[in-house]
């Protein structure tokens, strides 16, 4: 398997643009998760869907951020407008059904510059 | 609700040295935990994990003994290379949070030579 996939890797927008982030996870996994990291707050998580539904999306800073995954292999995130406070580096990870010791698989991120 | 407390970095060390670091967590019941390791311009990527009181995980010369009665996972490992340079992370999954991953503030590790 190709492991999570992410795009785009990089991405740089003008403040109050749309941006679309892509996730595909591994094939059969059931959880998949969106985290945002900055050098202030670290690794934040923003929601995490089971089985295609959002179960947790208390993380999700504002209205201008949403998050769907319309089947089992891709999900997106989207900021709209956006600002350069949202600049930062976004992950998607994907794990198994739990069973407590099943590890989350990242990927590579996809960086965001507001400017 | 369940939490991971991690050593504040940044921690920087030349080669051959010994590191440590201390990664304690808050969870009701029985949490899986694990610490996953980030290279520069990377995504995170697991470096081992424990799932029950008193196991040891081990990968690549890391060490971390999941400790219940002082709820504590350290990491370790007794001899450093340049190529350790990277950010740690010490995390904890459970049933108690339907599963979902917490993650500590990440320890920034810089090795010289």
């Known amino acids: 398997d190709a492991g999570v996939i992410q795009s785009p890797r990089h991405e740089v927008t003008e403040m109050g643009q749309e941006v679309t982030l892509r996730c595909k996870p591994i094939?059969?996994?059931?959880?998949l998760f969106w985290y945002r990291q900055t050098m202030m707050r670290g690794l934040e998580l923003l929601i995490y869907?089971?089985?295609?539904?959002?179960?947790?999306d208390s993380g999700m800073p504002e209205d201008r951020f949403s998050a769907k995954m319309p089947n089992a292999s891709f999900s997106t995130l989207k900021i709209q407008p956006s600002e350069p406070r949202d600049s930062a580096v976004y992950f998607c990870?994907?794990?198994?059904?739990?069973?407590?010791?099943?590890?989350?698989?990242f990927g590579q991120g996809t960086r965001l510059t507001v400017v | 609700g369940d939490s991971v407390t991690q050593m504040e970095g940044p921690v920087t060390l030349s080669e051959e040295a010994f590191l440590t670091i201390n990664c304690t967590y808050t969870a009701t019941g029985y949490p899986s935990l694990f610490w996953y390791v980030q290279y520069p311009g990377e995504g995170l990527q697991l470096l081992l994990k424990a799932t029950k009181a008193d196991d040891k995980g081990s990968n690549k010369g890391f060490e971390a003994t999941y400790r219940k009665e002082t709820t504590s996972f350290h990491l370790e490992k007794g001899s450093v290379q340049v190529s350790d340079s990277a950010v740690y992370f010490c995390?904890?999954?459970?049933?108690?949070?339907?599963?979902?991953?917490?993650f500590g503030a990440g320890t920034t590790v810089t090795v010289r030579a």
């Open positions: 995390a904890l999954r459970s049933t108690s949070n339907d599963y979902k991953l917490s």
């Open positions: 990870a994907s794990s198994l059904v739990p069973v407590m010791n099943t590890e989350a698989f």
């Open positions: 094939s059969g996994h059931d959880y």
């Open positions: 869907f089971n089985n295609n539904v959002p179960i947790d």
